[in-house]
């Protein structure tokens, strides 16, 4: 029976296991070894970091720091979980004959970025060509063709808001611009967006640009932000009984508790604002409530 469980080893997983170990609590750390953080080529606002890190780094770090402390790590899926009758979680792994029993569970399993069909996506990504966070490095496209692939109002939202940094801006809707409504192609022109009309076709990396065919032709840019979405890896939280907002985030309180009484998140799993630097300020957050919620335990 460990103090914490922590569900996922991103930045918010990691963090959250080194101050639960640091507050003298045992911890054990499940993880599928997914972080979104491993597909950052250069991150630019990572505090500290003025000539930028890569997010690979960033986790090799910090599991390096986890490392230093008695955290129990346990790779693998965790498939499910369940309150115990006598207090706290069970966790059971996928695809191992293996329980795992804690009297706190922390969420930090993150969210999935929907990807474009795009083929060579994770190339497309080290490249620059392809994006999916403008928050994280709109900053680096300033100026640049920019090109948005979205089906939907999010797609929109992405446009206008790449607009702040560069005047070259066009919305790729997948299934074709002829759903904008008028008071959407209003927002788009009055802003100086363009958008297609016929369906894409394909996309495609073609030398160092971003082509996007569609019935009408080939439109070129520099970079491509994907506009599809998240899925938000809630599934556990919602069936403890977790409220989720409208697009699955977990809802938690200022001290990253949800109503679930011993069941906390942290990260992207339960903010909108998918950054590193809230995953990590959200750990803090969390294993510091979760500390105080366990009996005190003193050296004798
Ligand atoms: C291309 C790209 C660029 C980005 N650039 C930046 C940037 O420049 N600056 C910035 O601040 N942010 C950036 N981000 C966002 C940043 O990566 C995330 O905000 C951050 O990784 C969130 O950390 P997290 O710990 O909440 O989730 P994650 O890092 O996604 O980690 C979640 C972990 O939980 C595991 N997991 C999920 N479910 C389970 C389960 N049931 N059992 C076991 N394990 C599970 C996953 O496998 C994964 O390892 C970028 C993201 C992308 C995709």
Do not use: K
Request: hydrophobic residues 45%; contains cysteine.
């Amino acid at each position: 029976m460990y103090d914490a469980l922590v569900v996922g080893g991103g930045p918010a997983g990691l963090l959250a296991a080194v101050y639960l170990a640091r507050f003298r609590r045992s911890v054990a750390l499940l993880d599928a070894g997914q972080s979104r953080i491993a597909r950052i080529p250069q991150s630019h606002n990572y505090p500290g970091f003025g000539d930028g890190v890569s997010g690979a780094a960033v986790r090799d770090m910090l599991r390096e720091q986890v490392g230093r402390y008695p955290v129990d790590r346990i790779d693998g899926f965790a498939e499910h979980v369940e309150r115990r009758e006598e207090g706290g979680f069970r966790l059971h792994m996928r695809s191992r004959a293996l329980d795992v029993d804690g009297r706190l569970l922390l969420l930090a399993t993150g969210v999935t970025d929907i990807p474009p069909p795009m083929p060579h996506l994770r190339e497309a990504l080290e490249a620059g060509l392809l994006r999916y966070c403008p928050v994280c490095d709109a900053y680096e496209v300033i100026g640049q063709a920019v090109g948005v692939y979205s089906d939907g109002e999010a797609g929109i939202g992405e446009a206008l808001y790449l607009r702040h940094f560069s005047a070259d801006i066009t919305l790729f809707m997948a299934s074709g611009g002829q759903a904008l409504s008028p008071p959407q192609r209003r927002r788009l022109a009055d802003a100086g967006i363009r958008w297609n009309d016929a369906p894409i076709e394909a996309i495609r990396r073609e030398g160092g640009r971003v082509a996007v065919v569609h019935a009408g032709g080939t439109a070129w840019c520099d970079t491509l932000y994907c506009a599809l979405g998240v899925a938000v890896h809630s599934r556990m939280a919602e069936s403890l009984g977790a409220a989720l907002d409208a697009t699955g985030y977990v809802e938690v309180d200022a001290h990253h508790a949800t109503a679930v009484p011993g069941l906390y998140a942290a990260g992207d799993v339960c903010t909108g604002l998918n950054q590193i630097a809230v995953a990590l300020g959200g750990a803090a957050i969390a294993a510091s409530a979760m500390h105080r919620a366990l009996p005190p335990d003193w050296p004798r």
